[in-house]
Structure formats: C-alpha cells, structure tokens
C-alpha cells in the first residue's frame, strides 16, 4: 500500500518546514511583502493554514525564520569562498563581492531567489541585515573600518539594490561582471 503525499509529510516535519519557507520566499518575491499572506504561503507550500501554524507560530515568525535560512545560505557561500581563498587582508569582503555577483549572474527568471532589495528595505528586516553584517564584520575587525573594503562592499550591494529579482541581459552581465572586477581591486591592499 503506498502513503498519500500528505502522510508522507506528516512523517517528514523538516520537509513540512523547509517547503514552507521556500514557499515564503517565491510568495514574497512574487507578490510582495506586504501582500504576502499566510494562506498564499500554505497553498503555495501545498499544506494546511493549521500546518503552517503548527511550524511558525505567527506571519513574523515565517518571515524571520525565512530570513534567517536566506541569510543562513548565503553565510554559507560566503565561507565556502573564504576557504577556497588564502586568508588575507579583505578576505572577507571579497568572499561578499564575489557571492553576491555571483547571485545576481545566476538569476534565470523574474524573482528567481526571493526576497528582493525592496522587500529587505522593511525597517524590520532591514535591521535584521544590518544586525548579520555587524555579526560577520567583528569577526574580521580589519575590515570593519577599511574605506576601501567599505566601498567594495557598498559597490556590490548598490548593484545588487538595481539588478536583483530579474534576469539580466547580456549587456547588464558585462556591466556586472566589470563592476565586480572593479570592487574586487579595492580588496587589494592600497
């Protein structure tokens, strides 16, 4: 006898959860933040408004558990970068160019990863970017300060700001991948 896909999920809770927030972000990138509802969620998931709620207690929650797994990911790539890469002055920001270049260069269709640069601009999650880019730079203190560096990381989030949430032509990836090129300079030593 073969269980119901339902059943299934019933069984598989970290499934239930991490549809669900992938189902936020398609939802917020489709719609909007302040459109997004929690039955746009559910459906979108394929499960219950009371299965939602049974995996985030409230909308905010959904929305700060989904920020955090984005911001969870891209720390990820960002360490993954700085291991492949000797650890040198500006390792960190060059790790924070290069993903997020490479985020914008893997765009493929209108909102293909979410929550675009107007979403993050909700005083809530914006604080919340702040707060994991104060936690990322005490980890590297040289950094912090660094008027290069700073500029190299405001280069990549002011592109980002324009282009994120569609695909780019052929001429923005040229315009993207110069500009990277150009941030990354600044990770050089003066």
């Known amino acids: 006898m073969q269980t119901s896909p339902t059943a299934g999920r019933r069984k598989a809770p970290d499934l239930v959860r991490q549809a669900l927030l992938d189902a936020t972000a398609r939802v917020i990138g489709q719609n909007g933040l302040a459109a997004m509802t929690v039955q746009d969620v559910a459906d979108a998931a394929g499960v ?21 797994a984005m911001l ?8 993954a970068h700085m291991q492949h890469a000797p650890a040198s002055h500006g390792c960190f920001t060059r790790a924070y160019v290069e993903v997020t270049f490479d985020h914008l260069l893997q765009q493929t269709r209108d909102n293909d990863i979410g929550l675009t640069m107007a979403n993050l601009l909700e005083p809530a999650m ?7 880019m104060r936690a ?15 500029t190299a990381r405001c280069a990549a989030d002011g ?7 569609r ?6 990836r040229r315009n993207a991948l110069a500009m990277a090129a150009e941030a990354l300079k600044l990770c050089l030593p003066a």
């Open 48 to 68: 219950s408004k009371g299965a939602l709620f049974h995996h985030f207690s409230s909308k905010q929650a959904l929305l700060d558990a989904t920020l955090t």
């Open 72 to 79: 969870d990911d891209f720390e990820q790539d960002l360490r």
């Open 126 to 132: 914006l604080a919340r970017w702040r707060e994991w």
């Open 136 to 150: 990322m730079l005490t980890q590297f203190p040289g950094e912090a300060n660094d008027p290069r560096l700073y």
């Open 159 to 165: 592109y980002w700001a324009t282009a994120y949430g």
């Open 167 to 172: 695909p780019l032509d052929e001429e923005e």
